[in-house]
């Protein structure tokens, strides 16, 4: 047994410092990042936040309204080929869309996902970026699946986690991802944290994460924790390099999710509800870290975009970044006593 004593943080542990800044303005943020990725080689040009592949969140309807600000959407692994095919004659931009795989092919012989991918890949070739989603990084088994992704697809971005430590994301990286998806447990939905026990406070696991991909040339996205648009702006500062929403972007017009009085269900993909629409797994082991919420209809999501990515310019302007790759350089912060407060509201004390 070990116990690391470290401070560990969330969003809502800290503020961005203001200094001093020669912007004028918020329109004078440029806030498209260019990468290029350590394995695939390719370069990409984007706004660097990424809609999740979630119910209700990675939808064809969703990306169609994203990609008009070169933000990128990981359409959901349960998403058929016929639907791609759909989708791709309605104007979707392949630059813009990631397919999203599972493992089963590598662990349960399921092979439906890791087929779909390959399908879509084959068809579309434009497709240039892989996710491969799974909520536990850990397993030995994920590392050989990156690498044999990484091998049947030499040139497409693997974006690949969930991971929550330094050693991890190197050797994911090593293995042959290209970007790793950090946050066990931080998301509105994923009850990761009291089921299981498990996971790093999300502020803290950019940051440490994010040291440790640019040390072997890789990148990261923090994925879960943000519910204001200055969390997107404190996790960028914290060195993220793409930033998945998954509530933040829910419960609009483009979750496809059906309204019934005036709301929209979320869901975690590990919650009973998931499993009830996508059915249970074959060997009967049922592990619930998700849960359902009702949202009320937020109508289009082009306003919420809009409003994100004001904060994050803004965000920019009041600490001196002039583009969005110079926030981590530019970044102070200063620790908030809202844990602390919070406490003192559940203990009614004054």
Same mark, same amino acid.
């Given at each position: 047994?070990? /116990? ?11 503020? @961005? ?6 912007? *004028? *303005?918020?329109?004078?943020? =440029?806030?498209?990042?260019? +990468?290029t ?9 984007? $706004? ?8 209700? $969140?990675?939808? +064809? ?44 092919? /590598?662990? =349960?012989?399921?092979?439906? =996902? ?9 068809? +579309?070739?434009? !497709? ?7 909520a ?6 994920? $590392? =050989?699946?990156?690498?044999? !992704?990484?091998? #049947? ?7 690949? %986690? ?13 293995s042959?991802?290209d970007? !790793?998806?950090i ?5 509105? !939905? ?34 879960? %924790? ?18 998945? @929403? ?9 979750? #496809?999710?059906? @309204? ?28 619930? &870290?998700?849960?359902?919420?009702? /949202? ?9 975009? &809009? ?5 994050v ?18 970044? *102070? +912060? ?12 559940q203990?009614?004390?004054?």
């Amino acid at each position: 047994m070990r /116990l690391n004593t470290e401070l560990k943080l969330n969003y809502a542990d800290v503020l @961005l410092q203001p200094k001093r800044s020669t912007l *004028s *303005s918020r329109k004078d943020v =440029d806030i498209e990042r260019t +990468f290029t990725f350590q394995n695939s080689k390719e370069t990409y040009t984007c $706004v660097p936040i990424v809609a999740s592949n979630m119910d209700g $969140v990675g939808t +064809f309807s969703m990306a169609k309204i994203l990609q008009e600000y070169k933000m990128m959407t990981v359409i959901t692994k349960t998403t058929t080929i016929d639907q791609w095919k759909e989708a791709i004659g309605q104007g979707i931009k392949l630059k813009y869309v990631s397919v999203c795989t599972g493992t089963g092919k /590598l662990w =349960d012989n399921k092979v439906e =996902d890791y087929t779909t991918m390959q399908q879509v890949l084959k068809g +579309f070739p434009d !497709v240039k970026f892989i996710t491969i989603d799974v909520a536990n990084g850990y397993h030995e088994n994920y $590392v =050989d699946f990156v690498k044999k !992704v990484r091998d #049947e697809f030499p040139d497409k971005t693997i974006i690949a %986690g969930n991971v929550v430590t330094a050693e991890m994301v190197e050797q994911l990286i090593i293995s042959g991802a290209d970007v !790793v998806k950090i946050g066990i447990g931080p998301g509105s !939905v994923c009850t990761t944290r009291t089921m299981a026990g498990v996971g790093v406070p999300q502020f803290s696991a950019v940051m440490e994460c994010a040291d440790a991909a640019n040390g072997v040339g890789g990148h990261i996205m923090a994925d879960g %924790g943000c519910v204001e648009p200055g969390d997107v702006a404190k996790s960028l500062g914290g060195g993220a390099h793409f930033v998945m @929403l998954g509530g933040m972007l829910a419960g609009h017009n483009e979750s #496809e999710i059906e @309204l019934k009085d005036g709301q929209r269900e979320f869901y975690g993909m590990s919650s009973d509800r998931a499993r009830e629409i996508h059915g249970k797994r074959k060997d009967g082991y049922r592990g619930n &870290e998700g849960k359902r919420v009702l /949202l009320p209809d937020r109508g289009p999501v082009k306003e919420t975009v &809009e409003d994100m990515l004001g904060g994050v310019r803004s965000a920019c302007t009041y600490i001196g970044a002039r583009r969005l790759k110079d926030i981590p350089k530019c970044a *102070s +912060f200063v620790r908030t006593n809202t844990a602390l407060n919070e406490a003192y509201k559940q203990y009614d004390i004054d």
